[in-house]
């Protein structure tokens, strides 16, 4: 499987800044992009995702934008708060086959109060 | 159920032992999947099952991990011969149909092998 190429691998921000997540990947068959979160002793929860039809997506404080001939993709966590620590994850995927989706390594956030 | 369920919540064991975690996906799930994650890691894909499909092992690390998957709801992961280097967190998921869609994640069962 191609890598997902996550960074950075931790993240600190104070409260109201904003926190940015960056990814990359390889297969331009890729046309899924999920951001899971995930609190300590919890599994992983989907966060957002987008498909490459659109450059951006938006659900409230967080934001995906997608830039298709870069295959890049980032996550962005505006007025970041304290309830936002947590490991987030991008993962892509070919959509409706049997392609397992690849995790990037995962980014530790901490926000300061 | 309301979404994925995993037991045991922790498994302590001593080397050597096999261990047997327990996975219950979503009602109508047909896709299920196990990944490993150790501390402080990414999510490591041990195993996909799909439907009736033969089922994707290209993730299990060594012939001491082997899955199955009964009635095409319930999935066991079991760990023979168990080593400390087996020690992290066993996350299973499920999705509606296929690999590719939204993956819902269950709480995972944290294995320590002493």
């Known amino acids: 499987q191609q890598q997902v190429k996550q960074s950075p691998q931790s993240l600190i921000v104070q409260k109201g800044g904003i926190s940015i997540i960056n990814c990359a990947y390889e297969n331009t068959a890729f046309d899924y992009f999920p951001w899971y979160q995930q609190f300590p002793g919890k599994g992983p929860a989907l966060l957002i995702a987008?498909?490459?039809?659109?450059s951006e997506k938006k659900e409230g404080r967080f934001t995906i934008s997608f830039n298709k001939s870069a295959k890049q993709f980032s996550l962005h966590i505006m007025d970041s708060q304290p309830g936002d620590s947590a490991t987030y994850f991008c993962?892509?995927?070919?959509?409706?086959?049997?392609?397992?989706?690849?995790f990037g390594r995962g980014t530790s956030l901490i926000v300061h109060p | 159920g309301a979404g994925v369920s995993q037991s045991p919540s922790n498994k302590v064991t001593e080397k050597g032992k096999d261990v047997e975690l327990r996975c219950d996906p979503i009602s109508g799930h047909t896709a299920l999947y196990w990944y490993r994650q150790s501390l402080g890691q990414g999510l490591e894909f041990l195993i996909y099952f799909q439907g009736n499909s033969a089922p994707d092992k290209s993730g299990l690390p060594s012939d001491r991990f082997s899955a199955e998957r009964t009635g095409g709801s319930v999935s066991t992961l079991t760990i023979q011969r168990t080593q400390q280097e087996d020690s992290a967190v066993y996350l299973c998921?499920?999705?509606?149909?296929?690999?590719?869609?939204?993956?819902?994640f269950g709480p995972g069962t944290r294995l320590l092998v002493l």
């Open positions: 987008i498909r490459p039809d659109v």
């Open positions: 998921a499920s999705s509606l149909r296929v690999a590719g869609e939204t993956q819902y």
């Open positions: 993962a892509a995927s070919i959509g409706g086959g049997s392609y397992i989706p690849t």
